[in-house]
């Protein structure tokens, strides 16, 4: 957290907690199953379903700021080296010193994009790729991530309270 301080002058908090997650309870907490899900979303039955087993594989790591914990999946040795996943914790990490920093930068895009602006930085001192290529994530991608659209129409937004999802 301090490397972050250092690029952004956040102070740096006490750590969040880190949660190891299989990708099936990683769904259930992004599609929050607690509570009903909008059609557009899958079901609480299709995340348990075998079905659905696998069509969440890109979710890496979530940060729950209400909980202040962070929740990173457990198989990622299987897919990326050492550095690319202390590269996904940076993320989530970036995202714990925004919120209690209070930083304000006006709509979630913003947010998304100073963490992977910081984490491709940090990935590109550690000798990787960048972070669009060492993530296979693609511009599309990333602008709809980025944008600051109107979101009225999700009723469930609540300020106090984001999940970042690391793609």
Same mark, same amino acid.
């Given at each position: 957290?301090?490397?972050? %301080?250092?690029?952004?002058?956040?102070?740096?908090?006490?750590?969040?907690?880190?949660?190891?997650?299989?990708? %099936?309870?990683?769904?259930?907490?992004?599609?929050?199953?607690?509570?009903?899900?909008?059609?557009?979303?899958?079901?609480?039955?299709?995340?348990?379903?075998?079905?659905?087993?696998?069509?969440?594989?890109?979710?890496?790591?979530?940060?729950?700021?209400?909980?202040?914990?962070?929740?990173?999946?457990?198989?990622?040795?299987?897919?990326?080296?050492?550095?690319?996943?202390? %590269?996904?914790?940076?993320?989530?990490?970036?995202?714990?010193?925004?919120?209690?920093?209070?930083?304000?930068?006006?709509?979630?895009?913003?947010?998304?994009?100073?963490?992977?602006?910081?984490?491709?930085?940090?990935?590109?001192?550690?000798?990787?790729?960048?972070?669009?290529?060492?993530?296979?994530?693609?511009?599309?991608?990333?602008?709809?991530?980025?944008?600051?659209?109107?979101?009225?129409?999700?009723?469930?937004?609540?300020?106090?309270?984001?999940?970042?999802?690391?793609?």
């Amino acid at each position: 957290m301090i490397w972050i %301080s250092t690029m952004t002058g956040y102070i740096v908090p006490d750590p969040p907690k880190v949660v190891y997650k299989t990708e %099936s309870e990683l769904a259930h907490i992004l599609y929050n199953c607690k509570k009903p899900t909008k059609i557009t979303k899958p079901t609480c039955d299709d995340i348990k379903s075998d079905k659905y087993k696998g069509k969440h594989h890109r979710t890496l790591a979530i940060y729950n700021n209400v909980l202040q914990q962070i929740y990173i999946r457990k198989d990622l040795e299987k897919s990326y080296n050492k550095v690319i996943m202390q %590269s996904v914790l940076l993320h989530e990490l970036i995202h714990h010193m925004q919120y209690k920093n209070k930083v304000d930068l006006g709509c979630l895009g913003k947010y998304e994009k100073e963490a992977y602006n910081l984490q491709n930085i940090w990935l590109l001192k550690q000798g990787e790729k960048n972070i669009m290529k060492t993530l296979d994530l693609n511009s599309l991608y990333l602008m709809m991530l980025f944008s600051c659209g109107d979101y009225n129409y999700l009723n469930s937004f609540d300020n106090r309270r984001f999940f970042s999802e690391i793609h």
